[in-house]
């Protein structure tokens, strides 16, 4: 009689653990943080347009605080947190600086139960490449630049034909006014010479 009353006992002890484990079990998988895009202590080399945090239950959207904080404590978030059954996607503003960034987040399950951390991730993009610059080609002196004295004004085509012409000019005055005055000459010495003879044959 004393060992089926152990034996009893015993059932019933078992019967009792069964459930309460049926009960509690459901109960202690609260919501817990999956994943993260970017992950928690990354370093990315391209700034991100925005936080994805994915969990392990459908997350209540009127609950959700996403609060990320940039190098000297700037906040880059840009709007409020879209959520999608576990997904909630956070969008960021554009033209990140290289640093650190802290993601601070607070969501409720479906169920009620609050989950809230913080994660990290540095962003260090490589520097943009310099633009080249192309300098002028240098300007060679032509051979009548090179010819003109330093301070003096090149002369042009158009002065030098005036100044021959000028010169061409003045030349054929000059042999026109000579001519003449050796026709005058010899006109004169032809009558003197003409008017000695006469007197000489009168006499």
Do not use: C
């Not at 290289?98 to 399950?109: D, L, T, W």
Request: glycine share 10%; aromatic share 4%; charged share 15%.
């Amino acid at each position: 009689m004393r060992y089926a009353h152990i034996i009893r006992l015993f059932a019933v002890a078992a019967a009792v653990t069964t459930v309460i484990a049926g009960v509690t079990g459901p109960a202690a998988a609260h919501t817990g943080l999956k994943s993260s895009t970017p992950k928690d202590g990354a370093t990315v080399k391209k700034a991100p347009s925005h936080i994805e945090l994915v969990f392990t239950e459908k997350i209540d959207r009127q609950f959700v605080t996403v609060v990320v904080t940039g190098p000297g404590g700037r906040k880059v978030a840009k709007g409020k947190p879209s959520t999608i059954g576990p997904v909630v996607t956070q969008p960021l503003t554009a033209g990140l600086p290289n640093g650190r960034y802290a993601i601070a987040f607070r969501v409720v399950s479906s169920d009620g139960h609050p989950v809230s951390g913080e994660l990290h991730f540095t962003l260090k993009a490589p520097a943009p490449s310099p633009t080249p610059t192309f300098a002028s080609p240098a300007i060679s002196p032509s051979p009548a630049m090179a010819a003109t004295p330093a301070g003096a004004a090149p002369s042009s085509p158009a002065a030098g034909t005036s100044a021959a012409a000028s010169s061409s000019s003045g030349g054929g005055w000059t042999f026109a006014l000579v001519a003449a005055v050796l026709v005058v000459a010899v006109a004169a010495g032809t009558v003197v010479v003409g008017r000695r003879r006469r007197g000489t044959a009168e006499s």
